[in-house]
């Protein structure tokens, strides 16, 4: 299927485990964005990269990993999962011509609860 | 970093009803867009709108890059208009941030 996808779509975890989100796309973008939402917030940005193998930190980087190893597909790793990153997950893509704010497709986001 | 704020948080409407959401921001920007998020959640582009107005059906938008400002007019609404608008900005150094949003319910 064509677009962009994110699986799980919703996960239960406990504290101290390690959860990976996954984010895959089929348009050839360059960008990819990890995004949290959280009650009353709009989106915060975690991570992005423009390219295979070039990721750069957002706005609330701490306490994730990502990796690009190929351009559809942009890991997005708890390494040990806190209560305060239960939150709905979203993951972008973009050709990025106009820079980060270049029209950005979403993903359908992975709701993480964190016990 | 930059500070996004939307007005006004809340908004009901009747179907068929005009509105105006604003979005200041603090410092200048090279970047703005809009950005509809439905009741189940799903985000989609609306204008991507550094400067100047832009306009999508009864959809349109102004950016006042010099005053730090932006306006999303919608017109004759719909109950589908119904969701969370955000406006997001980037500065020159990538430094991306959305508003917190504003919520609109567009009552039949």
């Known amino acids: 299927d064509a677009g962009i996808t994110q699986s799980p779509r919703y996960k239960i975890t406990e504290t101290g485990r390690q959860v990976t989100l996954m984010c895959h796309q089929t348009?050839?973008?360059?960008?990819m964005f990890w995004y949290r939402q959280d009650l009353g917030h709009g989106l915060r940005l975690i991570y992005y990269?423009?390219?295979?193998?070039?990721?750069d930190k957002g706005e609330v980087p701490d306490g994730y990993v990502v990796s690009r190893s190929k351009t559809e597909n942009f890991p997005l790793t708890l390494e040990s999962a806190t209560r305060s990153q239960t939150s709905v997950y979203f993951c972008?893509?973009?050709?990025?011509?106009?820079?980060?704010?270049?029209?950005?497709?979403f993903g359908p986001g992975t709701r993480l609860t964190v016990l | 970093g930059i500070q996004v704020e939307q007005s006004p948080p809340d908004l009901i409407l009747q179907e068929g009803a005009n509105s105006t959401l604003r979005c200041n921001f603090s410092?200048?920007?090279?970047?703005l867009q809009w950005f509809h998020q439905n009741p189940w959640g799903q985000l989609i582009n609306l204008f991507y709108?550094?400067?100047g107005t832009k306009q999508n059906g009864r959809l349109s938008a102004t950016t006042v890059a010099t005053e730090r400002y932006s306006l999303l007019y919608i017109s004759s609404s719909q109950t589908t208009d119904s969701g969370v608008y955000f406006c997001?900005?980037?500065?020159?150094?990538?430094?991306?941030?959305f508003g917190a949003g504003t919520r609109l319910t567009v009552k039949p």
């Open positions: 972008a893509s973009s050709e990025g011509a106009g820079g980060l704010l270049d029209t950005q497709y």
């Open positions: 348009w050839s973008h360059s960008y």
């Open positions: 990269s423009a390219a295979a193998d070039i990721t």
């Open positions: 410092d200048s920007v090279n970047n």
């Open positions: 709108i550094p400067s």
């Open positions: 997001a900005v980037e500065r020159s150094n990538n430094d991306m941030r």
